[in-house]
């Protein structure tokens, strides 16, 4: 695939790629006596020594050959000694809204942990703004030397009929999108029932992104690998980060198919398959590294595909083969190993210096041979972004919550009601589907503090006065007070979950006031709140202050009595229709089995 | 890279392949129980069982699973027990005219050898009839069922300004032939000294193939891995099949290039090098299996990729290891390696059935998913191809060459004269620039058959009357009568060789009545001919046929005195003005070190 993330295109300057490869003219940047990750020969070669020119390798001095020769008065010497120079890392598939930030600054978070590239897609702003949004999004990726490589969404709504959305994609939505410069493949094809069922929209989404000659990225997420993972594939499908088990990784690799390795903030898939998937000594040529969700406090903590490519090594993989995944196989995965992805003539010169191979702390880091950042902060700054109005002004109720609004009248005498309630363990994403008895007051279901029973509320925030909410119960996150999101996958409608109508008013109230987020609210007080006003997924403040406010709600969460891990990601994904077994949409419960609506009342 | 070269591409039949997999509509084709050779993970799975629909592969059944889901009553039903299936194999860089045969009678003689496959740079046709000859070569492939991947010549003429050719090929004409469906890259660029240089055109063509997303392939013959190969890789150029010895391998693949390992009929690099480069123990990702050359007796007697690929693995090669090199590595060189390569859901189902993995004896081939050989029988048929005129009328001599046209007149006395002779060593592509006495009879310089001087003329047979040729001295040969030859590269002139003047005119009017080829004349009579009157390059009949005449041809040359390998091939090239040291074209002596005209009497 023809690249629009290169400084220049190698048809302008290639003439002058080989001059300077001679000497005739000098390079822009030399970077000396690096230890040289070779990325196509699986090697550590010593003293390296790469001249760049237009933002792209002209010259890999090996051998003995230094690259003294391209280097004129102008040119920006580096002293590599002592560093290993790798291909930048790229992160084959996630979702940055996940981060909470825009893209812009979210590269400012990840690129000096070694990052490059990023395959993204921007599957929850387009739940919100549509492909619009998604275009939106990127447009503020433009100021940032990152690569941010667009997939656009292709499951918005993620499942048809049962909530309400702020947008829908469709096929010939898809065709016009793989004409963007920014546009390398389809994001991931969620819809894994329409493909195997032979739906016209899934399909021919693929079909649009297929006939623009790239890549289409998977989401399987059933322990199955025989006729519906072949259908799946077959039908065009070429990458995958839903696997759980190392058997699951190598159907797909028999079945010629990218996996996209798993290592984000809340699906830690790594030590669940790589070291048996090493064990078994199958070519690791079509095996990539991914995070898929990355949080603000992960980022900032931890890292970004540095973390990743440590816990690789820790689990035993081969330090190489760990940069492999992270760079050449995942170029080649998405037609792009000829433009980037090795420290080889003529590719993008995106390279980090690392300390090691065990650490991968990232000294230096350049894109297109401009250096970007440099022991842990990156050398742009990034400037608030103008977002027009229709990305900020996302929370469109059509109603002022009060305590009323959380009333849940029943016309039954007092006493107690069966109603269906969504069972949650902790570190699950699978919700339980239960009936358990509430308190039944003047007409109204309460919710049960003591029997860790809450109400949960969703509103549609897309339609207005014309929007729907609906009501359920909820168990498992025992807590007092209240707490709302509009980070609610994947419809991103507002949610809103109490042990009181009071609470769960104020919390409303506070992201409709503020655009959107996450708000936390005990006894009438806020304790914590994350504003995301851009679509209600995302800040516009510095990712570490976006991570610290992150900190200030997880401690709330605790402070209000839940015990259970990364309890907002749970919380998010209780309005996800495509997961099994229970969830709430704005419209009410659904069976994410039979995809069948679910009255409350249970009997 | 899309490819017209699938029956049926995957945006049009992902619906069918789906509901092939899963069982709801019959596969076309089932092969059951075979060994699979797992080319994307490097193993050999027992018990695979492929399903094929629309010339794809549309499930693949392991771990005990059928593939009988798929089968319906007019499902063909292969039973693969006991054999391996691999992809089909491809050579990534051949010139087809080297077999002497038009594209399509080649494939009935490699397809049976297990070859689905074919990168072709019709580079010899260009140089006699351009990209329209080159283009009408591959109409004539659409025939049949093997896959005829252009990568137009790059360079037409080699060297500029030296010989007359029938055609030039510039930058603007490479751009319109990335157009063409069957292009998929650009043929070797020979001309590292224009691209070394900074010519426009060298650059330009270079230029035309990246814009078009497509790869370019090299030719860079020197024994330099520095300067001068980083310069020639960073102009884009990303794949190269001349080397010739293992440094010049390992440094191509650590400079992200790719490399065509070369066994062909003349060129014989495997031994040279990959004993080496296994030994290194590098990543062979970058590597593929090329021919380059293969003339018809290797083709009727040896084979074609299997005979590679038995190469490969009598040398030490793991024969997986060679397979992926003979199949995914290739089609991944060319930007292909999404649609075929590989034995997976989606991919073409270009499929061999071996009997084993050391003789590569292909038991049955599948192309498309059609059974196209059996047992080392094309099932298949070619009929004679209607060549148009133009191409098949290509001796326009301008003159009728008699014993006094090679009469070589001096204006010097009786005697001796110093004059410059082509040294020719057995198997050595240089010739040697050397000084030599001949006699001088009536103001005529004389061959010299005691002293192995031989008289040698290249005729103009492109541009009639105004056409010049000229005449030159050879040594090393050893024989008493004359040979022609219009395949004489890269020109291919009409080359005519000899002792005598007499036997030189009687060579010289077989051709240029039977339109070119190959004859052996001795004291007056034809000893043996190979017709070959498409563009004076290939023949109309059928290989094995031609690999008879060839066989013929080579006995003439011996029971003539000459005791050199392969000599047929070696007089070609004495026009070669690319290679060093002294070549003769139709204008002249070349110093192919320093590009000038040399004279025919030496001081």
Redesign the interface.
């Known amino acids: 695939?023809?690249n629009a993330f290169c400084k220049v295109?190698?048809?302008?300057c290639?003439?002058k790629?080989?001059?300077?490869?001679?000497?005739q003219e000098p390079a822009d940047v030399v970077i000396r006596h690096a230890k040289l990750v070779?990325v196509?020969?699986?090697?550590v070669?010593e003293n390296a020594n790469i001249a760049i020119s237009c933002g792209?390798?002209?010259?890999?001095?090996?051998?003995g050959?230094t690259a003294d020769?391209c280097i004129g008065p102008d040119t920006q010497v580096v002293d590599a000694t002592g560093y290993y120079a790798a291909p930048g890392f790229m992160d084959s598939h996630i979702h940055v809204e996940s981060s909470m930030v825009g893209v812009a600054e979210y590269a400012r978070g990840v690129v000096p942990h070694g990052t490059t590239g990023i395959f993204a897609d921007p599957h929850e702003v387009g739940n919100v703004r549509g492909l619009a949004g998604a275009r939106c999004m990127f447009e503020d990726a433009r100021r940032v030397p990152l690569k941010a490589m667009m997939t656009p969404p292709s499951c918005v709504p993620a499942v048809q009929g049962v909530e309400d959305t702020g947008s829908a994609i469709f096929a010939k939505d898809i065709a016009e999108a793989m004409t963007w410069d920014n546009v390398v493949g389809l994001g991931e094809m969620m819809n894994f029932p329409g493909?195997?069922g032979?739906e016209d929209n899934a399909?021919g989404e693929?079909?649009?992104t297929?006939?623009a000659?790239k890549?289409v990225t998977g989401h399987y997420t059933i322990p199955e690998?025989?006729?519906?993972l072949?259908?799946?594939?077959?039908?065009?499908i070429?990458a995958d980060h839903e696997c759980s088990r190392p058997e699951d990784v190598?159907?797909r690799?028999?079945?010629?198919?990218y996996v996209q390795l798993r290592f984000g903030s809340a699906w830690l898939n790594l030590p669940g398959y790589l070291p048996q998937l090493l064990a078994s000594g199958?070519?690791t040529?079509?095996c990539t590294l991914c995070t898929d969700d990355c949080h603000p406090d992960t980022i900032v903590r931890d890292g970004h595909m540095d973390r990743v490519l440590r816990e690789a090594v820790r689990l035993g993989c081969d330090p190489v083969t760990a940069i492999q995944m992270a760079t050449i196989n995942t170029a080649?995965c998405f037609?792009l190993?000829?433009e980037m992805g090795?420290i080889?003539?003529?590719?993008c010169a995106d390279i980090v210096l690392l300390e090691d191979l065990r650490d991968f702390r990232a000294h230096q880091v350049f894109i297109d041979g401009q250096l970007v950042a440099q022991d842990g902060r990156a050398l742009f700054e990034v400037e608030p972004y103008q977002w027009p109005d229709w990305m900020t002004h996302t929370m469109n109720l059509g109603l002022e919550p009060t305590a009323e609004t959380f009333k849940t009248r029943v016309d039954l005498p007092d006493g107690t009601a069966r109603v269906r309630v969504m069972g949650i363990l902790p570190g699950e994403t699978i919700t339980h589907d239960v009936v358990r008895e509430v308190p039944v007051r003047d007409g109204v279901l309460c919710a049960d503090h003591d029997a860790d029973i809450l109400k949960i509320c969703v509103f549609d925030r897309h339609h207005g006065a014309e929007g729907v909410h609906s009501q359920g119960f909820v168990t498992g996150f025992g807590i007092h007070g209240a707490l709302a999101q509009t980070v609610s996958h994947d419809a991103h409608n507002l949610l809103v979950m109490g042990d009181n109508d009071e609470d769960m008013a104020l919390a409303a109230q506070t992201l409709a006031q503020c655009g959107g987020g996450e708000v936390a609210v005990q006894d009438g007080r806020v304790l914590a709140l994350v504003e995301l006003p851009v679509c209600g997924l995302m800040s516009t403040e510095r990712v570490e202050v976006v991570a610290e406010k992150v900190s200030r709600i997880e401690q709330a969460w605790k402070d209000m009595g839940c015990t259970m891990p990364s309890p907002f990601m749970t919380m998010g994904i209780t309005s996800l229709a495509c997961v099994p077994e229970l969830r709430l949409t704005n419209r009410g419960y659904v069976n994410c089995l039979s995809f069948q609506m679910e009255p409350l009342l249970a009997d």
Do not use: F
Request: cysteine-free; aromatic content about 4%; proline content about 3%.
């Open positions: 695939m023809i295109p190698l048809w302008e290639n003439g790629l080989v001059r300077v490869a001679q000497g070779s196509t020969t699986h090697e070669l792209r390798v002209a010259y890999l001095g090996l051998d050959h020769h493909i195997l032979g399909l693929v079909q649009e297929l006939k000659d890549a690998t025989d006729r519906g072949n259908a799946y594939i077959a039908a065009g070429s190598i159907a690799l028999r079945m010629g198919m199958v070519d040529r079509l080649e037609h190993g000829h090795s080889t003539p003529g590719k």
